[in-house]
């Protein structure tokens, strides 16, 4: 039995040495440890094995039968008391790994987490990841995944969290320290630019390098920095023409010696091509057995033998995965406690609330007025549950799913599947209007939508798309000709409510011409019931868009979806021309305005700003004030936009911060920036510069919603990191 997992139920016994060990900080330990392993203890941690190989149907026999069908095993050195791993999937919760018994809490989508702007109910997600995976014995989490979100058609853009780096990266963080208080290893995914799904094996994504730090990797820079994840997971596309977890540039000269990375980074699963991956500063193979070779196996040992990878390269690899399990507690697990899944319910309900995302509400038509006696429900399955995004994230509710949908099978990607939790929004909304009547119409049948939307008070559509990791989207629009549905039913009356349940903005050809419109995501286990609060005004809405939302796709940078117009297979480079401007630093840059600007998000009571005093010197900082002037309580989420750099447009979001205020209430909030946020990197010195001048900053609602705005002057200022 492995370490890890007779760890449970056997309380570990500690000779004296041991016990003066756990005083050692992590690396002393990491080394005194190493340093008593021999080779072949060395090597046995340096690759995972899937337990279960898609497409074969035994288990793979090296892993110990008691261990579940995880994404990854790696064995203890029960001598040294070093504990196996077992690496499960949590981007989203724990994955379900096949037993009718292993739901967990499904949290709202990762784009619903950041839509919270809320980095402390995040990490309180976290903490229940990290419970859930603790009590199932799960000690390595593979998540939260924070690529920045770059591909408006993305298949996986609903796990990630945003377009901004400094909203990832503090998602990020917040994610991972959840996790690591409960002593489960944090794993930030995928270093990077895996930001499309389509042909993602085979493709090449071109950046400029100081873009690069500026962007996607200043988001896993901030999340390292703050909470210091066990390790982060390399992506399956190339970068600059080098496989990410064999890039020399990316992982060792970028991740580890110049962003300080302390823990080690393993490859996704089926993304090494080499032994020599190891050389270039991958420390460990993932789900070995999916590749060509088990790289990490025999090659890199013969190679090691050969003398062609030096010992203390190998030593490194173990060290980093040690150094990681001590810091993070995971060879003391802490006594097995039963999970308060109510509790873990009610976090989900909450982020589920805070990421709800109101876009339009004409006349106040919501919340729903008390006198709308009868209403009509229609389409998106309300019936039945919320949707829920496929692939690896996927986590069943305790309980099972409501439904499960089969819907195409690709003969090289295989089977997609959309999956709903249960209960559904319409039973949701019967429970908090007792005394109104709802009528349901699937939406199958456009004639029937729009009898039974005839003689109701108001319509509310349920709008779906199915989206998931392998496949990207063709293009922006609903499926399953929602958008006719809507038109006509926008057509027919005048109270028309969308809400929709997707992974990414759609195109809404009917915008203009319905009453209000809801961005519900994918909203996990307790969606329907805050959709439904939200719809009603139990619950006050307060979700910002961490995502523009483009009227379409050509004012996105990327109007042909790469790789869409190639054979599977056929390397492909795309080049990432907008660098660093990455959404609505793009729309600022081009001087467009997308359908809905990124933070963007409406209440049912009004905020005002005033006393905004901006100071300057090394780096920008503010205050102001915040008062709800209207007539309820609600949550709002100012924020700070740099708009102009030493005499250039330039935009970046510098800050944030939710505020919670009932009605007539005022709270002053301060911010300080980042200074990276202010400079530009430099790829020859490997420094950030700012450049003395004069820098604009504005006060804002989302944005394309300046409030006010200062002019302030900043030092010249070169650092690193
Ligand atoms: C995904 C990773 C995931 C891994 C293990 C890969 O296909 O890209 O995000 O953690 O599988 O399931």
Known sequence: MSGALDSHAVPVLLSPSALQHRAADPDTRARE???????????????????????????????????????GYVPGVQRLGIPALLLADASLGLRHTGGPDDGATALPCGLAMGATFHPQLVQQAGKLVGKEGQARGFNVLLGGGINLVREVRGGRNFEYISEDPLLSGLMGAAMTAGMQQEQVIAVLKHVSLNASETNKFFLDAVIDPAAHRESDLLAFQIAMERSEPGAMMGAYNLVNGAYACGSRVLLQETIKDAMGFKGWLMSDWLAV??????????????????????????????????GLVPKARISEMV?????????????????????????????????????????????????LAAKAQRIAVIGGWAQTGV???????QVM????????????????????????????????????????????????????????AKGADVVIVFAVRHEGERFDSPDMALPFGQDALIEALAQAHPHVVVVLETGNPV??????????????????????QAIAEVLTGAVNPSGRLPISFPVNVEQTPH??????????????????????????????????QPLFGFGHGL???????????????????VVFTVTNTGACEGSDVPQLYLTDAAGAPRMRLLGFERISLQSGASARVSLTADPRLLARFHSESGHWHIEAGIYRVALARSACAPECSAEIALRAREFGH
């Open 559 to 592: 109007p042909a979806l790469p790789g869409a117009d190639v054979e599977l297979g056929t390397p492909i480079k795309v080049h990432y021309h907008e660098g660093a401007e990455v959404g609505y630093r793009w729309f600022a840059q081009q001087g467009r």
């Open 387 to 393: 949707l829920s995004g496929d692939g690896s994230s």
């Open 397 to 452: 509710p305790v309980g099972g799913y409501a439904a499960s949908l089969p819907l195409r099978s690709h003969p090289l990607l295989g089977p997609t599947t959309m999956r709903f939790f249960g209960p559904s929004p319409l039973a949701e909304l019967r429970k908090l209007l007792p005394e109104a009547e709802l009528v349901f119409d699937s939406g199958a049948q456009v004639a029937d939508a729009l009898a039974v």
């Open 273 to 306: 091509y080499h032994w020599d991956f190891a050389l270039h500063g991958l420390d460990q193979h993932s789900g070995a057995q999916l590749d060509a070779q088990e790289w990490f196996n025999g090659p890199l040992r013969q190679a090691y033998e050969a």
């Open 507 to 528: 195109v809404m050809p009917w915008h203009d011409k319905v009453q209000a419109i809801v961005q519900a995501w994918f909203p996990g286990q307790a969606g329907a």
């Open 33 to 71: 440890t190493e340093a008593q392993m021999d080779d072949d203890e060395r090597f046995s941690l340096l690759y995972s094995l899937m337990v279960r190989v898609f497409g074969k149907a035994e288990r793979e026999p090296r892993v110990p039968a008691e261990v579940p069908a995880v994404a």
């Open 319 to 367: 060290r980093r995965m040690l150094r990681s399990y001590y810091a993070v507690g995971i060879d003391q697990p802490p006594p097995a406690e039963a999970v308060d899944w109510q509790a873990h319910h009610a976090t989900a309900l909450q982020l589920a609330r805070e990421g709800l995302v109101l876009l339009k509400n004409e006349n106040a038509v919501l919340p």
């Open 603 to 621: 209440s049912y009571t009004d905020f005002s700003y005033s006393d905004f005093h901006v100071s300057g010197g090394e780096t920008v900082s």
